[in-house]
């Protein structure tokens, strides 16, 4: 949806929000909601809605909306629904810079550069793919190389095809729809390559991406040279031993032109660098409180932009929270600190957010780093005594666990940090 | 009957992360005689489904001129037998619509007899 009326810009705002995806236009509605009025959603596309514009598949707001939407309905729902609600959305926007006195810096396509003074942020950029150099393949450089998502892009909005004959590495979800996207575009797939002993993406992709159309996946089987002069002309695969190190005389070569590289997302965390937020190491986006607010005052944070999320819902439920909280922060609410910070344990990558009260409910993200098929959550203190345990069935670290906090589970806890671990039971 | 006579298909559940492998035992008439591999109900009715009458829906884009893009995303309306998605993707291929469309606009009706219709999953405006 494109609004060409004539864009007015305020001094200034209740709340600034950076970004225009699910995550952004959640938290603006929320932040209306909880009473702040002057709302803006800054985008830097030319229309807002994020990375939904370009997943056209279906599978998006199951939870959330209560029915199975494709990306697209579901950004213009939200869209719509922001608008409704008096949300200012200005697209063609670049947010630059958060000064120490809430100042924004912009980069307008309609007002060039402007400085907008605010009460609160919120950040929702989003997350961007992992590329190619992170992984580091030998042989050429030649074109014919895109990550998964930027081919999305191309075949979904710009309706040009990368190649002819494609080879996708990494069966995380991104690459197993591209594999038949590009398939029902006529495009032929030789083949998805997953370092892995096992597949990243969801059963029902592996089924309905892949086995519908008989694309082979090889499993502990990378890519290990790419081939061709100005264009590429063929990858030469090899399997992995147990130490994932590839067996050279096993190799064998794929005739291609095309290489789509799908190994994961990672938090857009450019801006949170130079805003000099604290960054959680392992998801590489800020660190928040139980409110979303990151290492800085008035400053929060939502959806990919602090970690992966792998379903649109949950952006969507962490975007109410940092909205809500950005709108009530911009009237001049200030919670309490939290009192107990969150510490990964056995077998859990992070956890967001980083540190929760003992007295309000809480929905704690985590990841695992192993699958498990019969699994226990726990709560230690620092003595090692559980605090707080809850049965899982089947954890996977493609599937983010949420554990809910109820009010008085954390009654009587006196301690300040809490391990969470999800072990065997 | 014997088991000689049975047919196995296998069947991969996509109801949960669990993904359960599923098999199906087919008698010399057609007829399934077992499911097995299920951890759940949902399971067995999904072997069931995918064995005797496998469906998709199906989303893709259709070529637009003057919009903000070339392409408007759309999708069938209901699930459609399995092996007719190429087809229907074929003739999807060679649809192209002018803008403005809304979201829920029919592009193409009842695709190829199958009763469901194409529609758009977006507004896509009129450029000026
Ligand atoms: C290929 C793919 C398939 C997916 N499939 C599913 C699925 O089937 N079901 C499901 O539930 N979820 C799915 N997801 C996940 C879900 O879509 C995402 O988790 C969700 O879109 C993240 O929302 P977000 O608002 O955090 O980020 P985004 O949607 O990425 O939005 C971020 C926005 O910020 C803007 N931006 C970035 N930096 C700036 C800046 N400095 N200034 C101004 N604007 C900026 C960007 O332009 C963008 O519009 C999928 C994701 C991908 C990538
Ligand atoms: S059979 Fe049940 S438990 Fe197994 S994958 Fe299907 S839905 Fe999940």
Redesign the interface.
């Known amino acids: 949806m494109i609004d060409d009326r004539p864009h007015v810009l305020l001094p200034n705002y209740d709340v600034v929000v950076a970004g225009g995806g699910p995550a952004g236009l959640g938290a603006a509605v929320a932040a209306r909601e909880a009473g702040a009025e002057r709302v803006l959603v800054v985008d830097r596309e030319a229309e807002a809605g994020g990375i939904l514009l370009q997943c056209i598949h279906s599978g998006f707001g199951l939870h959330h909306l209560g029915e199975e939407l494709t990306g697209p309905e579901y950004a213009q729902r939200i869209l719509e629904n922001a608008l409704d609600d008096g949300v200012d959305v200005l697209t063609n926007a670049y947010l630059l810079d958060i000064d120490n006195d809430q100042n924004l810096k912009l980069l307008s396509a309609d007002h060039g550069v402007a400085i907008l003074d605010t009460e609160a942020t919120v950040l929702a950029m989003g997350a961007r793919e992992r590329t190619r150099a992170a992984i580091r393949i030998p042989g050429r450089r030649p074109a014919g190389i895109f990550t998964a998502g930027a081919a999305q892009r191309l075949v979904n909005l710009n309706g040009v095809l990368p190649g002819r004959r494609v080879v996708i590495l990494g069966s995380g979800d991104i690459g197993l729809i591209m594999a038949r996207r590009l398939t029902l575009e006529g495009v032929e797939v030789a083949g998805v390559f997953e370092l892995m002993p096992h597949a990243n993406g969801l059963s029902r992709n592996i089924v309905q991406c892949l086995h519908d159309f008989d694309i082979p996946l090889h499993l502990s089987t990378t890519v290990v040279e790419i081939h061709g002069r100005d264009r590429i002309d063929k990858v030469t695969v090899a399997p992995v031993d147990a130490q994932m190190k590839p067996v050279l005389d096993k190799a064998w070569d794929v005739p291609c032109d095309t290489l789509l590289v799908s190994v994961g997302l990672i938090p857009e965390n450019e801006l949170s660098r130079e805003l000099r937020l604290r960054l959680d190491p392992v998801t590489s986006g800020p660190i928040v409180s139980s409110t979303m607010e990151t290492s800085r005052d008035g400053v929060f944070a939502c959806g990919n932009v602090v970690h992966i999320h792998d379903l649109v819902d949950f952006v969507s439920a962490e975007a109410e929270l940092a909205g809500g909280h950005a709108g009530r922060f911009a009237l001049g609410a200030r919670p309490p600190h939290d009192n107990v910070r969150l510490q990964p344990g056995k077998n859990v990558a992070y956890c967001v957010p980083h540190t929760v009260t003992t007295d309000q409910p809480h929905t704690v993200y985590m990841r695992v780093r192993k699958p498990l098929e019969k699994s226990m959550l726990r709560l230690r203190d620092a003595e090692g005594d559980i605090v707080h345990e809850r049965r899982l069935r089947y954890v996977v670290p493609a599937e983010m666990v949420t554990l809910k906090l109820r009010p008085g589970v954390l009654d009587g806890f006196q301690g300040d940090a809490l391990q969470v671990e999800v072990v065997p039971r | 009957m014997t088991n000689d006579e049975r047919t196995t298909y296998a069947?991969?559940?996509?109801g949960?992360?669990?993904?359960c492998r599923l098999e199906v035992d087919e008698d010399s008439h057609g007829d399934i005689v077992e499911i097995r591999g299920s951890s759940c109900r949902k399971g067995d009715r999904y072997a069931e489904q995918e064995h005797t009458d496998p469906r998709?829906?199906?989303?893709?884009?259709v070529?637009i001129d003057g919009g903000?893009?070339?392409?408007l995303?759309v999708?069938t309306s209901g699930e459609i037998p399995?092996d007719r998605?190429?087809a229907a993707?074929?003739v999807l291929?060679r649809v192209r619509i002018e803008a403005p469309v809304e979201?829920g606009d029919v592009i193409v009706h009842d695709l190829l007899g199958t009763g469901c219709d194409v529609v758009a999953?977006?507004?896509m405006?009129r450029?000026?």
């Open positions: 069947y991969l559940c996509i949960c992360p669990l993904g998709r829906g199906v989303t893709t884009t070529a903000l893009w070339p392409r995303p999708k399995k998605v190429l993707c074929e291929r979201m999953t977006r507004d405006a450029m000026t």
